[in-house]
């Protein structure tokens, strides 16, 4: 089987590569362990963490018990937070505090993150004083900050020396990151003046001074920064790493870029699952009554909006009455409105989180949105009414249908486009919030509207 | 203005930096041109991209103008693509031959991508032959693939050499790349069988063979592999640069991890856009006509759905007219079933473009999906039921409303997970297509359980 599996090119491997976690939970599943350990002894730490994730959350905690000795520090780093967070307490202290020695200060700082308090203390005291103090003063920084996502791992170099000296002096350095991609010039006081491509170290003859081939307009990031404004920068300007400065400019770290591909993930994941409802990414990995409950809240503030908008209906209980035509076409005037608040809704959370939304250009925004909602309002108001028309064989429905469609798409191009914006602005994350409220308005306005019309004109 | 500009810090620099833009344009309204060719001088490429970008529409093309022989070819890379392709047409076939050759292989093919087909052949034929059938090479493979993402400079060494001629020989090299991270070790027949991080050449003596340090289980990327699962390989396993290779395992270039970024950004907006109904990420830029036009689709396939479960409603036309206050509360079952299965889909959506979603898991994701959206279904079905009864006092409609929601529920949670499921087996796009297919199901779903049982049980 190992062989088969060796031989296998790249190519395929990824392509069965589900077939291995499903190889493995059969063998474990069938209790033929020593297929188990056969089958993963040989694998990269981060396919030995993606079987583990892909487990279900019920099996995987016997097979972290079964492989408990084989899953290194590196294999923690590459899980997802909640799966590391759910199969940490199956490792004594020490075992912890050897994995965290094991791995590079920012991903150490990961995996006590996901401790108890009271772990996350005993594993610090079981740890080289050195680096205690080191994860401490990267644990005090906020969570999703700078000082997190950085390594304090990091080569530095004069500006007086030449590169044959900065390359001597590598060899000397205790602590070197595993991969830098940049070095970093300083001055006395320990503040960046420069930066040097590892390329370009190697690209110039020794003797050459390092001040002359540094790139002198080198950017930092301050350690408090938002990780989400890093990878920004990260994004806009190409750089592949940055280095971290504490508040009086002095060097601390880098962030590499590497790790703001995960942040990248993470926050375009975050967006994603919060505009479908779905606050906690952990309920990707998590079991069915803490996802039920992450999901809950969201389909209760659902519950009010689609009271709320019954309680309109309510108000025109004559006109439904009367023409009970009208109960077949309104949820049609107010669903649309919300389909067309989503696009404009999505659009806005998406340009707001790229840093694409000028603060000076929301009202250019809003026109714009109201401007594209009218259009597809005032075609598809012709469709519908129509439609409608044909149907009822009513031209007056035919065309307070169309109206009051064509009224919920302006309403919904600027709620979509300025909900979010006014969120944002109140530091609320329109992402999660501007969903339900822009949606309990095209309801109401799409009910009132319709139902209005209808009631003032056929009667 | 500009010595003030200059004298701000970087993180203030940030977050005034919308207001450089709304200067920029200030400027360029009331025609003060110094004004702007000084403040848009000194920028970063990506800066100016980024000006350039957040113009609206209709100015951009005149700003572009005025500042046409300020725009360089790195500047044209850092623009989005629809951007890129609205102000290319202002540059003669010279000009942007001569952007071209100013950038690396696989920012040319970026910007030839994006010409007319006449103005293409043209700037090939104005370019030099030999950089001319690299791109020719680059631009036959398909879109998206890594082909395209990759560069074709790269730097190849011997497993017989040691370090120290490794370093020699780039000096000779005359298409090194500006900057790269690994550099890979080939044999005769071109065929990567190592690869070796800059921080390692660095770290080791001249003298220490090349074939020592190296790494030698290298993974190669076929050069027709979609990009997406190139983004994939990069996030699973870290890595920073990959070489790309022939189907004869030859290597032809490499993909480094900044143009994994950009992916990674582009795979989740994408996602992200069309879970909202929004088809073309070039509706960001876009002007209101191509916007309305690229949103249309969907909304017509949401008034599609509208209208079938608007006939579903039409069915039942006896129940509404006896108890009008059915009208009132039939939106809520199908709302909320449809908020629930948009929160199912959305994760399953995410857990299918992460490679999350095993094959052989469907069914367990599936059971998940419908036991969480049950519990939900439930927990809301009480307090709805209680409401319901509380309102119009009718313990019987209080309880078809609570058996109509939970049945509801637990369709969404299969619906919500199976459809992006199957679509993605079929290859269509689940992100495009689930959204509207499952909340016709829960419409149709909602409104004929809610109203069928109210006229078995009412009458």
Redesign the interface.
């Known amino acids: 089987m190992e062989e088969n599996l060796d031989g296998l090119s790249?190519?395929e491997d990824?392509e069965n590569e589900?077939?291995l976690?499903?190889v493995v939970?059969q063998a474990f599943d069938e209790e033929d362990y020593d297929e188990v350990l056969s089958l993963t002894q040989e694998l990269?730490p981060?396919d030995m963490a993606?079987i583990i994730?892909?487990f279900?959350a019920q099996k995987r905690l016997k097979l972290v018990e079964f492989l408990h000795d084989k899953i290194s520090g590196e294999i923690l780093t590459?899980l997802e937070e909640s799966v590391r967070e759910s199969i940490l307490p199956l490792f004594t202290t020490e075992e912890v505090a050897a994995a965290i020695t094991e791995v590079e200060s920012d991903d150490a700082a990961l995996i006590l993150e996901d401790l108890e308090e009271d772990k996350k203390r005993e594993v610090l005291e079981a740890i080289p004083i050195e680096e205690r103090i080191t994860l401490e003063k990267t644990l005090s920084y906020p969570e999703y900050s700078a000082g997190r996502l950085m390594q304090r791992e990091v080569v530095l170099c004069q500006p007086t020396w030449t590169l044959g000296q900065l390359?001597d002096s590598?060899?000397d350095l205790e602590n070197?990151?595993?991969?830098?991609?940049d070095i970093y010039v300083v001055d006395e006081e320990n503040k960046p003046v420069g930066e040097i491509?590892?390329?370009w170290?190697?690209?110039h003859?020794r003797r050459t001074p390092v001040a002359k081939v540094m790139n002198d307009d080198v950017?930092?990031v301050?350690v408090d920064?938002d990780q989400e404004?890093v990878a920004y920068?990260?994004?806009?300007?190409?750089f592949?790493s940055m280095p971290v400065v504490e508040s009086d400019g002095t060097i601390i770290g880098m962030i590499t870029?590497?790790d703001?591909?995960?942040v990248?993930?993470e926050e375009?994941?975050d967006?994603?699952?919060k505009?479908?409802?779905?606050t906690e990414e952990s309920?990707?990995y998590s079991n069915?009554?803490q996802?039920?409950l992450s999901?809950?809240r969201?389909?209760?503030i659902?519950?009010i909006n689609?009271?709320i908008?019954?309680?309109v209906?309510?108000h025109f209980?004559k006109a439904?009455?009367e023409f009970?035509?009208l109960?077949?076409?309104?949820?049609?005037v107010?669903?649309?409105g919300g389909?067309?608040g989503?696009?404009t809704?999505?659009?806005t959370?998406?340009?707001l989180s790229?840093y694409?939304l000028?603060?000076?250009?929301i009202v250019?925004s809003v026109k714009?949105e109201i401007?594209?909602a009218a259009?597809?309002g005032i075609?598809?108001a012709i469709?519908?009414s129509s439609?409608t028309i044909a149907w009822t064989g009513n031209v007056k429905i035919g065309c307070i249908i169309g109206i009051a469609l064509i009224f919920n798409f302006i309403w919904s191009g600027f709620a979509g486009a300025f909900i979010p914006y006014l969120l944002n602005r109140l530091n609320f994350d329109p992402a999660i919030s501007a969903g339900p409220i822009m949606s309990t308005t095209t309801?109401v306005v799409g009910f009132s509207v319709f139902l209005g019309l209808a009631t003032t004109i056929l009667f």
Not at 176 to 181: A, Q, T
């Open positions: 790249q190519q990824l589900p077939d976690t499903s939970e990269h981060a993606h994730q892909q279900p590459f390359i590598l060899e070197i990151p595993e991969h830098f991609y491509p590892l390329s170290v190697l690209r003859p950017r930092t301050p920064l404004e920068i990260f994004k806009r300007y190409g592949s870029i590497d703001i591909v995960d990248i993930q375009a994941s967006d994603i699952l505009l479908g409802g779905v309920s990707l069915i009554i996802a039920s999901r809950f969201w389909l209760f659902s519950l689609c009271l908008a019954s309680r209906i309510a209980e439904l009455d009970v035509v109960a077949f076409l309104m949820p049609i107010a669903s649309m389909n067309a989503m696009q809704l999505t659009v959370v998406r340009m790229m694409n000028r603060v000076g250009h250019g714009r401007g594209i259009l597809n075609a598809l469709i519908l439609i309801d």
